[in-house]
Structures are given as C-alpha cells and as structure tokens.
C-alpha cells in the first residue's frame, strides 16, 4: 500500500516532524507550526497517510464542554516507512556528485 | 478584522455541516484546531486551506466509491451483460439526439423561425434539451440498470464535448 504513497519533500518534512519523538501524539496546528505547512497542504498529507495506514488518529476529550482533539502519531508501518525514506533520500543525495567542487 | 474571523468560522462550520459522512471526522478535526490559532490572518487561512482539502479529499472518497460500486456491478452482471446494457443506453441518447435534430431540421423550415430564433433553437434542440433529458433518464436508471445509465452519460460526454470543441472552433 505505502509503495503507491506519493512522496512530496511536504511528506517527508511531516515524516521528519514525526520521527522527532516517534511515539507521541501530534495535534494538527503543531504539525502545521512545526513544518510551516499551511492546513490545505497538511491535511491533504495527513489523509493519505491515514488511507495508507501509516498514521494512526485519536480523539483527545480536553476541556469539558468543548468538542475532541483530533491528535496523530505514526503507525509501525509509518514509522518504518519514514525511516526508511528518509534514509534513502539521504544516502541519494549523499552519492550523488558535487557539481562544481575540485 | 473581526469579519474576518467570523466569515473565517462561520465558512468552515457550514462546510463542514455538509461535508459526507465519512469526511466528517477531518472536518471536525480541522474545524477543532481553529480554536487554538490566535492571529486573524492565520485562522482566514487554515479556514480557507482546510475547507479546500476537505473538498478535494471528499470527491475523492466519492468517485472511488463510484468507481468500486460500477467496477461491482460489472463483475457482478459479467462483461457480456454490461456491454448490452452500455450500447443500449447509447442507442436510447443516439434516438433522442436523433428525434432532437428531425425537430431542430423541421423547424428550420419556417423561415421566421430560422432568422430570429436560430441561435436559441439551436442550441435548444441540440444541445440543452438533450443533455436535460439524458440526465433525467441517467438518473432514473441509476439504481436499476446501472450499464446503461453509464452509456447514456458517455453519449452525454460526447455531446458536451463536441459543442465545447464546436464552439471553440467557431469564435
């Protein structure tokens, strides 16, 4: 399933806010502070993920009175998968050649 | 400034009250986090973004269950049945279409007709009325003989893309 997932450098920065500290619960407007993603590119990536099953979503009861936090945290899968590309994005982009250099 | 907040709120909470039920959820999430953003600008933002994902991620949900519910009903009605049902919903639009264009010609032949209203008859007859009368006939097969409604909206495609092509050609 995650092999069709799209991956824009916006996924992989969302990726990277989330391997900060893997097992903890994000809310939506710290993701978006975190990554400076604005709600229509955030949400759209946070779907995905969750369509994919690699993000895994819970309701928080906060204040009584007031509706849930929706919060996010990655799945097994989503952790592996993140490592996993941003390993290889890395190694990619360490072999490849510095143009311009001696 | 205020406006803004409020058309800001106010536009996410009725995008969200008609959202389908399965957006729901990430509408009330996107809706919940609005509370904790305190600069107008960026609330105007997160409403307008949010309500452009919920949107996009709703017709998405919507033509994938069109696509599964269609794909099922072809499996489930096998090939050879659906492509009896497609040609004769081609064939019921190709007779009205047909019908259309006899009355269009007819019509025609009144030369007060034919100077006043030749634009309006035109594109009445050939293009307006059979579109209305196919969508009519797409939603009443819908739920009984699904191939055919699907061949009656591909001649509805085809219609509404030559006129576009016609008219883009002519002006």
Redo the contacts between chains.
Sequence with gaps: MSKRLRLSPQTLQVFETFLQSPKEWR???DI?RDTDL???????IL?RLADHKLLE?AWEATDPG?????MYRLTADGLRFAREELRGRIGRRASRPALGRA | MSRALQFASRFLHVVVKHLPAESQPWGRAILREMDFIQSPWSLLSWSIGGACALFVYSVRLQLSTFFQETLGDIKRSGPKQTIVGLLWGLGIAGILLGSCVLGYSALLHIPRLQQRWDRVIDAGLIFLLPEAAYLLAISQLWPRRRSAAIGILLAAAILFTHVVFHHVAHI
């Design positions: 809310y939506g407007y978006s604005k709600s229509g590119t955030l949400y759209p779907m979503t007031k509706p849930p936090r929706h």
